[in-house]
């Protein structure tokens, strides 16, 4: 009998231990690290982008749309510095040129409502709610002619190297998809390191106008950053899709590609009336 009662101790101590190693394997993001990345809020026709980075520094600009959505104009620039602490995110404001939405040299504190890796929602001290939705987020995809999985990237731009000082500054922006190996049916998508971004972001920015001033040398540069990113996704990298490319010399132009590529697609203001009407 006092045998029966070891085994069976033995064998709820085996059952929790194989329940506890998935809950291991997952680290769950924390407020800083779900912070980070490409936001955009619509309002009043005007698309407001805020990019924040690991390093507590962001940007922020605004494009005035017309009624086909399409981004006309640039309304101006602000950034500054972001920090978060006690479930409150700070912005301190250091140059504006959207004083009505960025004051300079103001600090502004938010308490978070909500904040995941789709959705940013903060108060302000007066009460107001303003929600900010992740714009590169995108669910990975299979289509029914191959099992290969595709993972968005979304858009990437980097100041590329020069090799004179008095060169002019070129911007390669990229549109990417990665094309994973096929998986087994029950084999989930490795999730993508937090430095597979840096170290592409890092490898990109150390070539110079010449490594791709044309498609065939991006390609081959497209596939070395194959061979950069492996290492954080476990190897599943098949290839990387390049969807749209462009060499900017002007910082409006990678703006604008920025934001062509990772708005998400919001009901015209006229709908949304019509929407409420209807309830």
């Not at 190693?21 to 993001?29: D, F, L, S, T």
């Not at 065939?216 to 492996?230: E, G, M, S, T, Y």
């Not at 290492?231 to 990298?237: A, D, N, Q, R, V």
Request: aromatic share 8%.
């Amino acid at each position: 009998m006092k045998r029966l009662a070891i085994y069976f101790i033995l064998f709820l101590i085996g059952v929790s231990f194989l329940i506890s190693i998935p809950a291991c394997g997952k680290k769950e993001k924390n407020q800083n690290e779900l912070a980070v990345g490409n936001w955009t809020q619509f309002r009043n026709r005007a698309y407001i982008l805020l990019i924040t980075n690991p390093k507590g520094e962001w940007n922020s600009s605004v494009r005035i749309a017309d009624v086909t959505s399409k981004i006309v104009k640039s309304k101006g620039h602000a950034k500054g510095t972001w920090y978060i602490e006690n479930n409150q995110m700070i912005f301190t404001v250091s140059e504006s040129e959207i004083e009505e939405i960025w004051e300079k040299n103001a600090t502004t504190f938010f308490d978070i409502v909500e904040l995941t890796d789709t959705i940013m929602q903060l108060k302000d001290e007066f009460g107001r709610s303003v929600v900010w939705k992740h714009t590169n987020v995108k669910k990975a995809a299979t289509s029914d002619d191959d099992l290969s999985p595709i993972v968005s990237v979304g858009p990437v731009a980097v100041n590329l190297n020069k090799n004179r000082s008095n060169d002019k500054d070129r911007y390669l922006c990229l549109n990417m998809n990665l094309v994973l190996k096929e998986l087994m049916p029950d084999q989930e998508i490795p999730p993508i390191h937090p430095k597979a971004r840096e170290a592409g972001i890092i490898f990109l920015s150390s070539l110079v106008f010449n490594d791709v001033k044309d498609f065939d040398r991006i390609k081959k540069q497209i596939r070395k950053l194959v061979d950069v990113l492996n290492p954080y996704m476990e190897g599943f990298i098949k290839e990387i899709a390049v969807e749209h490319v462009i060499i900017a010399t002007e910082i409006d132009k990678v703006e604008e590609f920025i934001i062509e590529h990772t708005l998400i697609e919001e009901p015209a203001p006229e709908q949304e009336e019509e929407g409420e009407k209807s309830k």
